[in-house]
């Protein structure tokens, strides 16, 4: 097996994690204690906003009616496909019960979380999709409560095209504040919100951090980190049409990084030449964020066989896997580690971005060798029950006892014993009688 890495990534200077960490804490430990008041005074503080933290229904049909009716019809086409895709994974997860011996029933339920808070972030983009893909799937996962919150753009608050779409994927409320304060506002229950039993959604390393902390007594969907996407193309790939996708995913950020593996040289050496080329032709901060994504951690690897590649893959275990190759039905097979699959050439990851259907939320940073992306399951809990007649008490109590005895927990015995005498009982008493 040989790689050869026509571009290597030289990567970043170490993140200050522990600084983060830290200001997080305290954050957290002052929003816990002060509660709306100090999330205000926070909002007033990083955001620089005075208004109204609940955005009234009066503001959301307003914004709603500035919305072009052409951006509203797209919004609206992807929403469906979004709620669909996760309509039938829902459908998938199936109440059941099995008779495993006769008369021990066991069962599952799924059951709904009843409170989720859904993050969606702002700032230097309107991540309008990613108000779909978190509220639209806890909705159709059947959550009964989604509060919604993203930071505000200035003094004009949430972006009118943002509200339309949470308001469209189903929010019952929606919170006009971002970052640690907005995710404690709705870890915490404020602003008329009740304490979320699972926050989902993308944001900064703060709101990353701010979860990880509050992981426990609250679920998340993951612990995401910067988005990274890997290409894996052959001969039959076109350089131009790889070169764009990996520019359209490095524009996400200075720390997200793009990788590409493929077979052939000519491919590889057209695609270094035309992406900084193609970069330059973005708009000034996306630029700026897509020439350091790509300078300081973008690789290509040259590879022997298809065989590499898909090794090459499944180690990086990549948020984001795009395939333009031949053979689509065999990489679709053979391909074990990554967030979401794109197979083909038509089969972009800004599609998945935006409007496709299955969620954009996924696992980051290599994660993806354990779990997969945001869906209806991570609103479920898939929770068991059991009950035992008469029939089933004693094989039953008698394995559980002398199990229980080896293990030396003797309690565990005498609560098997119990009912193995109970069941005799009367059985002894229709003995006596006849005597």
Not at 40 to 54: F, V
Not at 158 to 178: E, F, K, N, Q, V
Request: charged letters at 20%; one cysteine or more; hydrophobic letters at 45%.
């Amino acid at each position: 097996m040989t790689f050869t890495h026509l571009k290597t990534a030289p990567g970043q200077p170490p993140q200050t994690a522990a600084d983060i960490a830290d200001t997080v804490q305290v954050m957290l430990g002052r929003l816990r204690t002060g509660g709306a008041q100090t999330a205000l005074e926070y909002a007033r503080q990083l955001d620089g906003w005075t208004g109204e933290i609940a955005v009234p229904g009066a503001t959301i049909e307003a914004a709603i009616a500035r919305v072009p009716q052409d951006l509203r019809d797209h919004i609206r086409w992807a929403h469906d496909n979004i709620s669909r895709f996760a309509a039938a994974q829902r459908a998938t997860a199936q109440d059941m019960q099995i008779e495993l011996r006769p008369g021990l029933i066991a069962g599952q339920r799924q059951i709904p979380v009843q409170a989720a808070g859904c993050y969606v972030p702002g700032g230097r983009y309107t991540h309008i999709a990613s108000a779909l893909m978190s509220i639209s799937t806890a909705r159709e996962a059947g959550v009964p409560d989604i509060t919604a919150c993203s930071p505000p753009n200035g003094a004009a608050g949430i972006p009118d095209a943002m509200l339309y779409a949470m308001h469209l994927a189903g929010a019952t409320r929606i919170l006009c504040i971002g970052g640690v304060q907005g995710i404690a506002a709705m870890a915490f229950g404020m602003f008329g919100a009740p304490a979320a039993d699972i926050l989902v959604g993308p944001g900064n390393a703060y709101v990353a951090e701010a979860k990880r902390q509050l992981f426990g007594p609250i679920g998340i969907d993951m612990f995401a980190g910067p988005t990274d996407s890997l290409i894996l193309a052959d001969h039959t790939a076109d350089a131009e049409v790889v070169a764009v996708d990996l520019v359209s995913q490095a524009e996400h950020g200075a720390n997200s990084p793009v990788w590409l593996a493929t077979t052939d040289r000519t491919l590889a050496d057209t695609v270094m030449s035309r992406v900084p080329e193609l970069i330059e032709t973005l708009p000034g901060p996306n630029r700026a964020a897509a020439t350091r994504a790509w300078a300081d951690l973008a690789e290509i690897v040259l590879c022997d066989t298809p065989e590499d590649m898909a090794h090459y893959a499944d180690a990086k275990a990549p948020e984001h896997l795009q395939v333009m190759a031949q053979n689509l039905d065999w990489w679709r097979e053979r391909l074990t580690a990554y967030g979401s699959l794109f197979l083909g050439e038509n089969t972009t990851v800004s599609f998945g971005d935006k409007a496709s259907g299955p969620n954009h939320v996924l696992p980051t940073s290599g994660a993806a060798r354990y779990t997969g992306g945001l869906s209806v399951h991570k609103f479920l809990k898939t929770v068991t029950w059991q009950t035992v007649s008469d029939d089933a008490v004693a094989d039953l109590a008698r394995a559980t006892a002398a199990i229980s005895r080896a293990e030396r927990m003797e309690g565990h015995a005498l609560a098997a014993d119990i009912r193995l005498d109970k069941l005799a009982r009367p059985a002894k008493l229709t003995a006596n009688s006849k005597g």
